[in-house]
């Protein structure tokens, strides 16, 4: 069976598939073979990595509550909640809340991340991120489903689901993500042989940048101090640009880029592209653009950036936190985890605030929303009141008091 099978099939191991990257890989059509070491040697891959997984950490992810009280929803961090600590500020005794979800992110990003939860007196204690390579997830012919994780002494245990938080990348049977070094192996392939094609051309010396020719034949000795003579006034940095003097009909003919060095540079171009896209990162994240890109249009590329690539992953957390974080009662008492990324917006704050000014009925137009709606969306408690209620337009006539 395929290794492509093997991803997709329902019962399928992580496991084999991580080993098999680790050691030996395998190898692609242009030639390098790929394992997870040589992939993150990808400096575009593993750029992509840290974009996505920065993006996700530096963002404070915490538990939150909403209740109900003299009929106003009330939003409130959870501060009293045991597990409010370990994901905000530190999930164990050796990880901070900003690598926890680092890490966390690029093992999704690439497929699958498993945590294992300890439990100590029914009361989850620990949050400790385990190597996917070392996670095999079975699903029984009941579909229950458990984790045989393999320990640095190579001693296999079994948990069960509840002892396990899997957080999945993008998938194709809903049990396991899928295995992205596996699905880009030909553009990574592609990747590593291109660069290590050019890293050789520079290795031997590439191609004289250009040809010195007299008329002729030079012995030896003659061979030797010319071209002392040209490495010694004309080589280095320091004499770019002086004219070379020429005498006896000796001529300079200048090297230039060929097409072949062309397509090289634009083959590269092209494999970063690819790579981003696997990984669902624009290459302008990775500092990679056109000549035509300005400051506004990269501001609205960033906005994109954090619409379109990070948000699903904002969510995909959120949701995979609340159902394997908290019981169903604590959810039902309004307790769910959220990632407060408004400060990623700031740069666009005045066309939130734009917005908003809007949405209040700023400029004359029927307001369609409450201060304490606006307040919401910000994560802010509501105040009640006449902030609980439509605004007036501005310039409406105002009802005429009843005279008697």
């Given at each position: ?21 680790l ?23 593993y ?10 950490a ?15 929803k ?23 809340s ?69 957080v ?28 290590d ?18 008329d ?78 300005t ?45 407060i ?34 307040r ?29």
């Open positions: 069976m395929g290794l492509f099978a093997r991803v997709l099939e329902r019962k399928s191991d992580s496991l084999d598939i991580w080993a098999e990257l050691r030996a890989g395998r190898k692609s059509k242009a030639g390098p073979t790929v394992t997870l070491d040589a992939a993150l040697k990808v400096a575009t891959l750029a992509c990595l840290r974009v996505l997984s920065q993006g996700v530096q963002v404070p992810f915490k538990l939150f509550r909403e209740q109900t009280s003299d009929g106003l009330k939003i409130e961090p959870a501060r009293d909640h045991p597990h409010y600590d370990l994901v905000t500020t530190q999930p164990n005794d050796w990880t901070t900003f690598e926890f979800r680092e890490t966390l992110t690029i093992h999704a990003a690439l497929g699958n991340a498993y945590v294992f939860k300890n439990y100590v007196r029914g009361n989850v204690v620990e949050l400790i991120l385990l190597q996917p390579g070392r996670v095999k997830k079975v699903q029984n012919d009941d579909y229950s489903v458990v984790y045989e994780v393999t320990g640095k002494s190579g001693a296999v245990q079994t948990f069960p689901a509840n002892v396990i938080w899997h999945r990348g993008p998938s194709w049977d809903g049990l396991l993500g899928v295995e992205v070094l596996t699905l880009a192996r030909e553009a990574l392939g592609l990747s590593i042989a291109t660069e094609s050019h890293a050789a051309l520079h290795a031997k010396g590439v191609r004289p940048s250009g040809t010195y020719t007299v002729g034949t030079l012995d030896k000795a003659q061979y030797k101090g010319l071209k002392d003579w040209i490495i010694a006034e004309m080589a280095g940095a320091e004499n770019a640009g002086i004219p070379m003097i020429l005498d006896r009909g000796a001529k300079w003919i200048s090297g230039a880029m060929t097409g072949v060095d062309a397509q090289h540079l634009e083959t590269r171009k092209m494999q970063i592209a690819e790579v981003c896209r696997f990984v669902g990162v624009s290459p302008l994240m990775v500092y990679e653009s056109d000549k035509a890109t400051y506004a249009s990269a501001e609205q590329m960033f906005l994109a950036h954090v619409i379109h690539t990070l948000a699903p992953w904002y969510a995909r957390i959120e949701q995979s936190a609340d159902v394997n974080l908290l019981t169903k009662k604590e959810r039902a008492d309004g307790y769910y985890f959220k990632f990324a408004a400060g990623l917006l700031r740069g666009a704050s005045k066309d939130r605030g734009d917005y908003f000014a809007k949405a209040l009925g700023s400029g004359g137009s029927p307001g369609w929303m409450t201060p304490d709606e606006v919401a969306l910000e994560e802010l408690n509501p105040m009640g009141g006449e902030a609980a209620t439509l605004p007036v337009r501005s310039g409406a006539p105002q009802p005429v008091p009843e005279t008697v």
